[in-house]
Antibody
C-alpha cells in the first residue's frame, strides 16, 4: 500500500532551520520524485519545489530558491525538505507528495507536518 | 508565478451540479495538458481527483469531471453529495517555474 509518512511537528525560533522528512513505502522509490507544498493557516496550497529520486534533479519555486534544499535518500526511501532562515510567516503545514514527473500529477500525499515559527 | 484564479466559493443542493473555473495564462493552463484538481477536507491532506485535464484516478467517482478551453480549466461535480463539501484546488505545470496551484474554492452542499 502506497504511503508517505512525514516527521512530527516542529517549533522553531526565527532565524533557525527546519528539516522535514517524508518516508515512502509500498512503491519503488526511484521511480518517483517528490514535491513539497505548504499551507499557512487558513490559506491555500503553495508549491515549494520538486526533487527527483531517480536522478537527483531538483527545481525550486523562485520565492524559496535561496532558503530551501530538497533531497532524497534512496537507501532509506526518504525525501527531505530543509528550510532555512525561518520567519514567523513560515508557520504552516508542510506536505510531501509523490509524482512521476515534475509536471505532476501528485497522487499520494503525506499527512502533513506543522512547523511553527515563534520567538 | 502568480496563483491560478478560482472563485472563492461555490454551492449546490444535493443532487445538483456545481462547476468551478480555474483561470491561468498561456504560460501555464493554456500551455499544456498538465492540469490537475485536488480535493481537501478540513485538517486533511489534499487528494488527487483529476489529472491530465480530464482523467480520473482509480477510485474517484465518475461524478467528477474536468475540461479545459484555452487558459481556463473547469471541474464539474455532478450529483452533489454531502461528502463533496470541501476545498478544491486546481493546478498546472508551468515550464518556467515548475508548478502552480489555484487560489482554492470552497464547495458547500446546501
Amino acid at each position: 500500500q502506497d504511503q508517505l509518512v512525514q516527521s512530527g511537528g516542529e517549533v522553531k525560533k526565527p532565524g533557525a532551520a527546519v528539516k522535514v522528512s517524508c518516508k515512502a513505502s509500498g512503491h519503488t522509490f526511484t521511480n518517483y520524485g517528490f514535491t513539497w507544498v505548504r499551507q499557512a493557516p487558513g490559506q491555500g496550497l503553495d508549491y515549494m519545489g520538486w526533487s527527483s529520486a531517480h536522478n537527483g534533479y531538483t527545481i525550486y519555486a523562485q520565492k524559496y530558491q535561496d532558503r530551501v534544499t530538497m533531497t532524497t535518500d534512496t537507501s532509506t526511501s526518504t525525501a527531505y525538505m530543509e528550510l532555512r532562515s525561518l520567519r514567523s510567516d513560515d508557520t504552516a503545514v508542510y506536505y510531501c507528495a509523490r509524482g512521476t514527473s515534475v509536471a505532476g500529477p501528485f497522487d499520494s500525499w503525506g499527512q502533513g507536518t506543522l512547523v511553527t515559527v515563534s520567538s | 508565478q502568480s496563483a491560478l484564479t478560482q472563485p472563492p466559493s461555490a454551492s449546490g443542493s444535493p443532487g445538483q451540479s456545481v462547476t468551478i473555473s480555474c483561470t491561468g495564462t498561456s504560460s501555464d493552463v493554456g500551455a499544456n495538458n498538465y492540469v490537475s484538481w485536488y480535493q481537501q477536507h478540513p485538517g486533511k491532506a489534499p487528494k488527487l481527483m483529476i489529472s491530465g485535464v480530464s482523467k480520473r484516478p482509480s477510485g474517484v467517482p465518475d461524478r467528477f469531471s474536468g475540461s479545459k478551453s484555452g487558459n481556463t480549466a473547469s471541474l464539474t461535480v455532478s450529483g452533489l453529495q454531502a461528502e463533496d463539501e470541501a476545498d478544491y484546488y486546481c493546478s498546472s505545470y508551468a515550464a518556467s517555474s515548475g508548478y502552480v496551484f489555484g487560489t482554492g474554492t470552497k464547495v458547500t452542499v446546501l
